[in-house]
């Protein structure tokens, strides 16, 4: 069992950064897949980043690509969203996940923390 905090949401303007962080509980964080995923008020769920269990392979989805970067660290079991050049569209909960097995843009991961809220103000 893994649990997941999420930290570091709030209210930013249009151009500026945030860095989400990610803290995952129990001594197994290196066996986990870690991935963000986003959710805007009356939008799906969709998937913003994923990195592998070893932190050498990233994926992003095309709309923060060049302005989002995701990392971890296996020593403190924690996984980063920095996140530059906000923009207003990127307003959501931002939720992170853990999966032991696969990595990258799919809905089974096995873990889900409860969210931190983001909002870019224009």
């Known amino acids: 069992q893994v649990q997941l905090v999420e930290s570091g949401g709030g209210l930013v303007q249009a151009g500026d950064s945030l860095r989400l962080s990610c803290a995952a509980s129990?001594?197994?964080?290196?066996?986990?897949?870690m991935g963000w995923f986003r959710q805007a008020p009356g939008k799906e769920r969709e998937f913003v980043a994923a990195?592998?269990?070893?932190?050498?392979?990233?994926n992003y989805v095309d709309s923060v690509k060049g302005r989002f970067t995701i990392s971890r660290d296996n020593a403190k079991k924690t996984v980063y969203l920095q996140m530059n050049s906000l923009k207003p569209n990127d307003t959501a909960i931002y939720y992170c996940?853990?999966?032991?097995?696969?990595?990258?843009?799919?809905?089974?991961?096995?873990?889900w923390g409860q969210g931190t809220r983001v909002t870019v103000s224009s």
């Open positions: 996940a853990a999966d032991l097995h696969r990595w990258g843009d799919h809905r089974d991961y096995d873990y």
């Open positions: 129990g001594n197994t964080f290196s066996l986990y897949a």
């Open positions: 990195i592998t269990w070893s932190g050498t392979g990233t």
